[in-house]
Every structure is written in structure tokens, then in C-alpha cells.
């Protein structure tokens, strides 16, 4: 079993539309959980921690469930700057800073 | 969050030779990974660089495949060793942040082996 999966995508949406979609962690001693974005060809840039009561950043809100250890990210009033794809990241139980990274959920916001 | 960058950005690169890759920071961190995107795949740990003594690989990658040096705590070298088409890949530098686990990217380099 992958440490981290997340459904590939393409999530399809038109510009003002609410967009969301899960990861499932394998560990459940994972300690710290983050969604990184990642535009074609560059490098992932952090988009948000993730915590355990949850926590929004404007339009983003993340929601941490440890007891089916899954973790969601919703975008709501997407924008077409939105489209990229979205990593999810596991820290690993072993508290050496590494972290383990899903394939990419790949989100396309069409005008 | 730190500045990272790296050389080269790109190259292409022929079989049986070696590139080098450097990873600069603008601040001193104490944590640096190298990792390895192949096309169309997530991130692939490779190693971490510690500084001053050897780095500490991933299950499938090994010192003389991947050569790190880590001479401080601004800089990283990775060295791809020997090269063949299936070392095409996009390579990255990473830190970790002050305190807890978030990780920065530098740009990456793409490498492209012939």
C-alpha cells in the first residue's frame, strides 16, 4: 500500500465553482500533513499546513480526519489561477523531518 | 521562508557522464533533502544532506549512483553519477523550516540524459 493516495484527477470545474477532494495516509503515527500546490514544470510551493481542527486560508480550507486518515482540501469560488496540481504530504512517524508525498490530485479551472 | 536556488536549471546530458547540481540557500537551515520527480511522478526522496559527515540514503539510492556533499549549512551539492536515460528527471533541494516540518523547494534542475 502507498503511504499516500490521492485520486488523480483531472477535476474539471467552470470559474466560481467549489472543488474538493481527499488523500488517504497509510501511517497512522504521521504527525504533520500539508497540501503543496505545483504548477506545471516548476517546483511545489506549500499551500497549506494542515491541522487537526482544520484551518482555512481564504478560499482553501483543509479538514484532518486521524481516525480514518484521510485528509481533504476544498477550494471554493475557483479562480482560473487555481488550475495546477495538488500534493498531498504525509510527514513520516520516524521524526526526521522527512515527508511523503501522493501523486497529485490535478485540478483545471476552465473559463 | 528561505531563498533557494540551484544550478544549472537545465541540462542535457550525455550517457556515461556526470553532472553536478548545486543547491544555495540564503540562510543557514539545518535540514536539506535532495529529491528526484520523474516525469509524470510525485517526489522521490532521495537522500539527506547532512553537513559535515555523510548523507543518509533512501532505500534504492546509493552513494556512488548520487554523491552528496553538504561543506555548511547554506550548500549542497548532488552529483548523478554515470548517467543513463532513466536518470532524466527533474531534481530538487529542499530545506525545512524554522521549527517545524513545512519543506521549501529550490527551482529544480530537469536533466535530460541522451
Known amino acids: 500500500r502507498k503511504e499516500v493516495e490521492q485520486d488523480p484527477g483531472p477535476f474539471n470545474v467552470p470559474e466560481g465553482a467549489t472543488v474538493a477532494f481527499n488523500c488517504t495516509y497509510s501511517n497512522s503515527a504521521s504527525q504533520s500533513f500539508f497540501w503543496y500546490r505545483q504548477d506545471c514544470r516548476k517546483e511545489p510551493k506549500l499551500l497549506m499546513s494542515v491541522y487537526s481542527s482544520g484551518n482555512e486560508d481564504g478560499r482553501f480550507t483543509a479538514q484532518l480526519n486521524r481516525a480514518s486518515q484521510y485528509i481533504s482540501l476544498l477550494i471554493r469560488d475557483s479562480k482560473l489561477s487555481d488550475s495546477a496540481t495538488y500534493l498531498c504530504?504525509?510527514?513520516?512517524?520516524?521524526?526526521?523531518?522527512?515527508?511523503?508525498f501522493g501523486a497529485g490530485t490535478t485540478v483545471t479551472v476552465r473559463a | 521562508s528561505a531563498v533557494i536556488s540551484q544550478k544549472p536549471s537545465r541540462d542535457i546530458c550525455q550517457r556515461g557522464t556526470s553532472l553536478t547540481i548545486q543547491c544555495q540557500v540564503d540562510?543557514?537551515?539545518?535540514?536539506m533533502f535532495w529529491y528526484r520527480q520523474q516525469p509524470g511522478q510525485s517526489l522521490t526522496l532521495i537522500a539527506t544532506a547532512n553537513q559535515g559527515s555523510e548523507a543518509t540514503y533512501e532505500s534504492g539510492f546509493v552513494i556512488d549512483k548520487f554523491p552528496i556533499s553538504r561543506p555548511n549549512l547554506t550548500f549542497s551539492t548532488l552529483t548523478v553519477s554515470n548517467m543513463s536515460p532513466e536518470d532524466s528527471s527533474i531534481y530538487l533541494c529542499?530545506?525545512?523550516?524554522?521549527?517545524?516540518?513545512?519543506?521549501?523547494f529550490g527551482p529544480g534542475t530537469r536533466l535530460t540524459v541522451t
Open positions: 504530504v504525509v510527514s513520516r512517524p520516524t521524526n526526521d523531518y522527512k515527508l511523503s
Open positions: 540562510s543557514q537551515v539545518t535540514m
Open positions: 529542499s530545506v525545512v523550516g524554522t521549527g517545524n516540518y513545512e519543506q521549501y
